[in-house]
């Protein structure tokens, strides 16, 4: 008696958390995205750079593993000689590493622009993925002020060349060194692994979203919020609270006022001295360039999240308002950043290398011209479907698609093995905006039929019997083999 043969074990088709698919005209939206935001920085003279998906955990810097979880923030796995591997995290920490590691034959400043897939592993939430696209430019060696001022000019000029008018971005900027001087002078240690510290930072940087009095008790006993859940405070004093609050609510009109509002407030701070002037001398340059406070402003609530920050931090944020997927009023917020990080690079030289980039995330960038209808241009019209009515006459067919396309028509042959029927199934599902036949009839006669899909979907809304349909022959005409580019043309001119 023989033994049953076990089934083959069928893989399940699913997709990890926190991952998905893009296909399609959201892929070429994107790609058309990359190439407008490439173009502005390209004019500011930066190069491009393309660094490995994969780079050595202790050089990214940032979430390095521990011994019972290696891979905590970020993907990690060993190669063949044990050491542990990381998927990027961000586009900084890769170029940190490569400019350290070409610091001799590099000019400096350095400057380059990369746009590239990067990881975290992190809790996936809507709108909120463990995969996503960043698109980056920095300048390596040049000390605060210039560099900074200008990457928030090139934000700017970047939300206008996606098609978002003035009115409806702001560039946001502050200074990581007036923070650490509030923080001093309300009695908090500045030191990164103090967490009060990061329970002050995260208050603060809430202030657009909850609104004062919320994060007067975050900086405080702590919040409940409206679905019950509780979050800890920073118990601060009833003083500091208040020290705390006039630093976030400093931002003003102008420009010089709100750095005289922020001078007061951190008066007698070293480090807060050096901060205002490092704002100041980018206040001038925004003023010559004509970069007025209807494009950048200055904004004390600005704090950024990652801890190698070291000066000017600014974000691009969307003022305007849209309809979510819910229907439901809501504005886009930040849709990318950045700031001076002047001890990146010196964790690999031992030397201090000044640096300052921006970041712009493009799926958040993608949702909000989409919201905008900002993205016509990105879409691509369907191709022209030559179908396979006599597989022993492909040679034809293919001929046929290659004069279409050197008249600059998209055209595909069809490659499946079906017929007729599920060809022109195929053709409806892909969009195609007309069909080509050419049978043993069509051939004989030295004929190609076309039938003009469009408007066989316009004319089908019309008809009311079957008989109307049969003898219907607007949408379907017969022309000479050589006329073939040209009826498309004429078709595809008509369906604009």
Request: aromatic share 8%.
């Amino acid at each position: 008696m023989s033994k049953k043969q076990k089934k083959p074990v069928k893989p399940k088709a699913r997709l990890p958390k926190g991952l998905r698919d893009v296909y399609g005209a959201e892929v070429r939206a994107m790609q058309a995205m990359v190439e407008k935001v490439r173009r502005v920085y390209e004019l500011y003279g930066f190069e491009p750079l393309i660094t490995p998906a994969l780079e050595y955990t202790d050089a990214l810097g940032k979430f390095l593993p521990d011994v019972d979880r290696p891979n905590a923030g970020v993907f990690s796995l060993q190669d063949e000689d044990g050491q542990w591997m990381s998927l990027r995290y961000d586009l900084t920490a890769p170029l940190a590493r490569y400019v350290a590691q070409n610091f001799d034959a590099l000019p400096k400043p350095f400057r380059r622009y990369q746009s590239g897939q990067v990881w975290r592993n992190e809790k996936p939430g809507p709108g909120r993925y463990r995969q996503f696209e960043q698109f980056d430019a920095d300048t390596v060696g040049a000390p605060p002020g210039a560099a900074d001022a200008e990457m928030c000019m090139m934000m700017a000029d970047c939300m206008e060349a996606l098609g978002i008018a003035r009115g409806d971005y702001l560039i946001r900027i502050n200074n990581r060194k007036l923070l650490d001087a509030v923080l001093e002078k309300i009695g908090v240690d500045a030191a990164p692994d103090n967490p009060q510290r990061l329970i002050v930072l995260r208050a603060m940087d809430k202030l657009d979203r909850l609104g004062p009095d919320a994060v007067r008790a975050l900086l405080g006993k702590g919040r409940k919020d409206e679905s019950g859940d509780y979050t800890k405070g920073a118990e601060l004093e009833a003083q500091a609270i208040e020290t705390a609050m006039a630093f976030v609510s400093a931002g003003a009109a102008s420009h010089d006022e709100t750095l005289t509002r922020l001078q007061e407030l951190v008066s007698g701070s070293p480090v807060g001295e050096a901060g205002i002037a490092e704002l100041r001398r980018m206040s001038a340059l925004f003023e010559a360039a004509n970069y007025g406070s209807d494009r950048v402003v200055f904004d004390p609530s600005i704090v950024r999240g990652l801890d190698y920050y070291t000066g000017p931090v600014f974000e691009a944020e969307l003022t305007f308002e849209a309809r979510n997927e819910d229907g439901e009023i809501t504005r886009f917020g930040s849709v990318g950043g950045g700031g001076r990080y002047d001890g990146l690079v010196a964790r690999f030289k031992g030397q201090p290398v000044p640096a300052t980039g921006i970041s712009l995330g493009l799926s958040r960038l993608y949702a909000a011209l989409l919201a905008l209808g900002k993205l016509e241009s990105a879409s691509l019209a369907a191709p022209v479907i030559v179908l396979v009515m006599d597989k022993d006459e492909m040679a034809g067919y293919q001929a046929m698609a290659h004069e279409l396309r050197a008249a600059g028509i998209r055209a595909e042959v069809y490659m499946g093995g079906s017929g007729m029927r599920a060809q022109m199934k195929y053709a409806d599902r892909r969009g195609a905006p007309a069909v080509v036949i050419e049978g043993g009839d069509e051939r004989e006669k030295g004929e190609v039929t076309i039938k003009d899909l469009v408007l066989g979907a316009q004319k089908s809304k019309e008809i009311t019997d079957n008989e109307e349909w049969r003898s219907g022959q607007a949408a379907q005409v017969s022309v000479a083999r050589k006329d073939l580019v040209a009826q498309i043309r004429k078709i595809l001119e008509q369906n604009r």
